[in-house]
């Protein structure tokens, strides 16, 4: 045999092994783009809190009986640094709970709006009670109790592309003074009060289900 003739050969041996390892590097490539686009389209959901809340009719100190408008201040927080929120009206109901009976104050309806990568909003809302409520407020342990619900739907923006909507409901209970405050008199530094409900992260995983049913086509 001539020794073109067994180049041509050994080639021939060598030529399974180079096209395994480029499909193996093909497989590996295919693997670490769905892992990068499933980490871009990961989106987690806002948080929401209570960051001011106050009832003059309640404020011993002021003595302003007649005051019976309750404000509040609503902070939604984006956690997402690549992706913005879209947000439906968020609905706030107010109830004020006692020992035996729990009931409904108003509500307050924040306009949509945009948030967004990395931001906050603080929404000024406000509720006007029934003269009964500071009545019917009982303060156990020097404090009245209020439950704040929240309902709003958001949808995500990624690029240019909008998911579609993910509802959210959340609450809390708002523990009042008697100056009328969830903070304390004296107290320099609030605390916000934290809307919550079960764990849940929310996963937009449609496109990386395309990319890896693809890679296990060409594996």
């Not at 984006?78 to 913005?84: A, L, T």
């Not at 709006?113 to 809302?125: E, V």
Request: net charge positive; glycine share 6%.
């Amino acid at each position: 045999m001539s020794i073109s003739g067994f180049v041509f050969a050994f080639s021939m041996l060598d030529e399974p092994q180079g096209f395994c390892r480029c499909c193996c590097s093909f497989v590996f490539t295919l693997v670490l783009t769905a892992f990068v686009i499933w980490q871009s389209l990961r989106s987690d959901k806002p948080k929401c809190s209570i960051q001011d809340f106050y009832l003059p009719a309640l404020n011993k100190f002021l003595n302003t009986p007649d005051n019976t408008t309750l404000y509040f201040k609503l902070k939604l927080q984006n956690p997402n640094k690549d992706n913005g929120n879209f947000y439906d009206p968020v609905k706030v109901a107010i109830s004020n709970k006692s020992n035996t009976t729990t009931s409904c104050i108003g509500s307050y309806l924040v306009p949509q709006f945009y948030q967004g990568h990395k931001k906050t909003a603080r929404k000024d809302g406000s509720v006007k009670a029934d003269k009964e409520v500071p009545e019917r407020a009982a303060f156990v342990n020097g404090t009245a109790v209020f439950r704040v619900n929240l309902a709003t739907a958001v949808r995500f923006k990624i690029i240019l592309w909008k998911t579609k909507r993910y509802r959210i409901m959340v609450a809390a209970d708002v523990l009042v003074n008697d100056n009328g405050s969830k903070d304390p008199v004296g107290r320099k530094k609030k605390k916000d009060v934290k809307l919550s409900q079960a764990p849940m992260s929310l996963r937009l995983c449609g496109i990386v289900g395309i990319l890896l049913n693809f890679l296990f086509l060409f594996a």
